[in-house]
């Protein structure tokens, strides 16, 4: 079973409310991964998690802040947001997250964000 | 951080077989090349991945050049539920495994 899992499908929200993406995988991948995908552009890396760490975060703004509270679950906690956040949000996992040259990683389907 | 470079758009006839190209000329020796594709809103798919052998699965074959600056993703009879965005990928290591996705190629199959 290769499958990651994201609720909800689909979120609107005002610019000052609050809300959470959650993602979740039982595969025992140790490294999972949140990516922002505007329309008609390729999905751009948000932050990676390898054993529960943050290990790389691509700068994204405050308003954006992900937690990793065990191996198999992945949130995004959302505040405060702008209409120019909008966009699909992808989680991914994937096995190996130390020093090997390959490492296959599985998409959920995504959350698809309104900001109004 | 290597990149790819893909076309921006290809058509195939259905039952043929589609051919899409990518160029990571900035590839190091021991980063591997992916193929994932991905049809309209959906996550991403992952499809093959090689580091300098050509492999093959129940979904395409993957060509990689012998100087590995370039590869050939080969579907072999392309279907209509073939249409899609194809992105070529180098994967890098900097503590994390980063990906970065270029572009990709947005292949069309007709009927």
């Known amino acids: 079973d290769t499958e990651v899992t994201q609720t909800p499908k689909h979120l609107v929200m005002g610019m000052t409310n609050k809300k959470s993406l959650k993602c979740e995988q039982h595969?025992?991948?140790?490294?999972m991964y949140w990516y922002k995908q505007k329309a008609k552009k390729p999905p751009e890396l948000m932050f990676v998690?390898?054993?529960?760490?943050?290990?790389i975060n691509e700068s994204v703004p405050s308003r954006f802040s992900p937690e990793c509270p065990n191996s198999s679950l992945l949130n995004l906690h959302l505040h405060a947001l702008q209409p120019e956040d909008s966009a699909l949000y992808l989680c991914?996992?994937?096995?190996?997250?130390?020093?090997?040259?390959?490492?296959?990683?599985?998409f959920g389907p995504g959350t698809r964000l309104t900001v109004l | 951080d290597a990149k790819t470079t893909q076309p921006p758009s290809m058509d195939c006839a259905e039952g043929r077989a589609a051919n899409l190209p990518c160029n990571h000329s900035?590839?190091?020796?021991?980063?591997?090349v992916y193929w994932y594709r991905q049809i309209h809103s959906q996550g991403p798919q992952y499809i093959i991945h090689?580091?300098?052998n050509n492999e093959t699965n129940e979904m395409a074959s993957l060509i990689i050049t012998e100087d590995r600056k370039s590869s050939t993703l080969i579907l072999p009879h392309a279907t209509l539920r073939d249409t899609a965005v194809y992105y070529c990928?180098?994967?890098?290591?900097?503590?994390?495994?980063?990906?970065?996705f270029g572009a990709g190629t947005r292949l069309f199959v007709k009927a």
């Open positions: 991914a996992s994937s096995q190996v997250s130390s020093g090997s040259s390959t490492d296959t990683q599985y």
């Open positions: 595969m025992g991948h140790r490294a």
């Open positions: 998690y390898s054993y529960e760490k943050l290990s």
């Open positions: 900035t590839i190091s020796g021991n980063e591997y």
């Open positions: 090689g580091l300098k």
């Open positions: 990928i180098v994967r890098v290591w900097t503590g994390g495994f980063k990906t970065i």
